[in-house]
Every structure is written in C-alpha cells, then in structure tokens.
C-alpha cells in the first residue's frame, strides 16, 4: 500500500482544511496509506475540525508567521517525520509546506499544490520579487509535479515567472 504524506503549516478553519480531510478520508479506498504532518494555528485563528478525525503528526515549530530560528526548526522535524514515516510520495500545500519539503533533500517524489501565491504582495517589490520568484523556480525543480488550485492562480503564477 503507497505510502503519501501530506504536508500543510496549518489547518486553520476553512476550505483547504476540508480539501486535505476529504482526501484523508477518500484515499484510503483507493488503497493509499495517508499521514498529514502539520503545525498549528497561530493569532486569531481557529483550527478546524477535521483535526480531530484524521492522522496528524504535529510539527512544533510549524507556523504560517516567519520566524527564521522557528522555521529551521519545523524542517529539522519535518525531515524526521519523513524519514520515520517513509512515504512513497510527499504532498505539500501553501507556501511555507512546500518550502520547508522542498529543501530536504530526498528522492522521495514530491508533488506541490499552489493555494494561492505570494508574489503579488505589496512588500515585494523591486528585488524583493526578483528574489522571490527566483526562489520559487528553484523550488520548482525540486517538485515532481506542481498543480493550482484553480485557474487564475496558475495563470498569475506563469506571469510571474515568464
């Protein structure tokens, strides 16, 4: 039975919490053994749920905010959840999930979704952005496939990098 790990930096309450519990709950008819490591939710926000239906593994220092020390910390746990749990295929979703999976180096396929972007933000402007979609592409390759959730996010994500 393949083995996936889906990973996220949060679950907060809202549409991809109950994307990622719905696959949770659907994979395993087709065979799929599934793990979802996580961190929490951070501020005002509310986790949802599906937490409390589906396998999670909690990564610590896993947060959306962007703490350096933190971060560097979540990927530490992040790549010993991978090497404890062994999956076959690795799904990371947002931003900060797929960043930390994708600077572990493994030859574990991984596949990343694109829930949004954030390319357009304000505070990346001039060689901000330059920089940032220079990360993105290097990450890009690290990736097996890499798919949007919806259509205008993979057209704005090909503007960006073209």
């Not at 679950?11 to 793990?35: C, F, R, S």
């Not at 990927?75 to 797929?98: C, M, N, Q």
């Not at 991984?110 to 330059?130: N, Q, T, W």
């Amino acid at each position: 039975m393949p083995r996936l790990l889906i990973v996220i930096a949060r679950l907060n309450k809202g549409g991809t919490a109950k994307y990622i519990g719905q696959l949770v709950k659907e994979l395993p008819t087709y065979k799929y053994q599934v793990q979802v490591a996580t961190g929490f939710v951070q501020g005002q926000e509310i986790e949802d749920e599906v937490t409390q239906e589906i396998p999670i593994i909690r990564i610590k220092n896993l947060g959306r905010k962007v703490n350096l020390f933190n971060d560097y910390k979540a990927r530490s746990e992040l790549k010993k959840v991978i090497e404890s749990y062994k999956p076959d295929i690795i799904y990371s979703h947002t931003f900060k999930a797929g960043l930390l999976t994708r600077t572990i180096k493994t030859r574990i396929p991984i596949i990343h979704a694109f829930h949004g972007h954030l390319l357009d933000e304000p505070e990346l402007r001039g060689f901000r952005i330059k920089i940032a979609i220079a990360i993105e592409k290097l990450l890009a390759r690290r990736a097996k496939f890499l798919v949007t959730v919806g259509k205008n996010v993979a057209e704005e994500l090909l503007r960006f990098v073209s």
